[in-house]
């Protein structure tokens, strides 16, 4: 083989600059949750808990595009069987109504851009 120590030391540092960006971020904490505004209403339960939500709000939107829209399906039960109406309009931005201090910083944050008010109308006071 020509040149093994040179075709060695190539490989190696071709590693070592692809993986820089994973060694150089390797446990550092870099990611900040945003401080969002919730209500916080005795009275009023969200659709489903928190941690859910947080993870799993698009999907479950989506979903209930499809069943409302498509299906015709117009009611909800959440996991602790409670009923709610599928509407985000009507059902979600009723608690969640300051749009900027609630759905923007987390979509800001982690640059995510929905496609909801192609369809719906943002609430009052934002954008």
């Known amino acids: ?6 075709v060695i030391a ?7 600059i692809c993986s820089s960006p994973f060694w150089c971020g390797f446990g550092s904490d870099s990611y900040k949750k945003p401080e969002i505004v ?11 808990d928190a941690a859910f939500m947080r993870a ?10 499809d069943q409302a829209l498509r299906n015709g399906m117009r009611v909800y039960v959440n996991a ?6 599928i509407s985000l309009q009507n059902t979600c931005l009723k608690c969640h109504n300051n749009y900027e ?3 923007d910083k987390c979509h800001k944050t982690n640059n995510v851009e929905p496609y909801c008010w192609t369809c ?6 934002s954008k």
């Not at 083989?1 to 040179?6: C, E, G, I, T």
């Not at 190539?10 to 070592?16: M, T």
């Not at 602790?80 to 109406?85: A, I, L, P, Q, T």
């Open 38 to 48: 919730t209500q916080k209403d005795k009275n009023k339960e969200c659709v489903e």
């Open 10 to 16: 190539g490989i190696v540092a071709f590693l070592v």
């Open 80 to 85: 602790k069987g409670k009923k709610f109406d």
């Open 101 to 103: 201090d609630f759905c």
């Open 56 to 65: 799993e709000h698009m999907q479950l939107l989506n979903e209930w595009r």
């Open 120 to 125: 719906h109308i943002l609430p009052k006071g």
């Open 1 to 6: 083989m020509y040149n093994k120590n040179a």
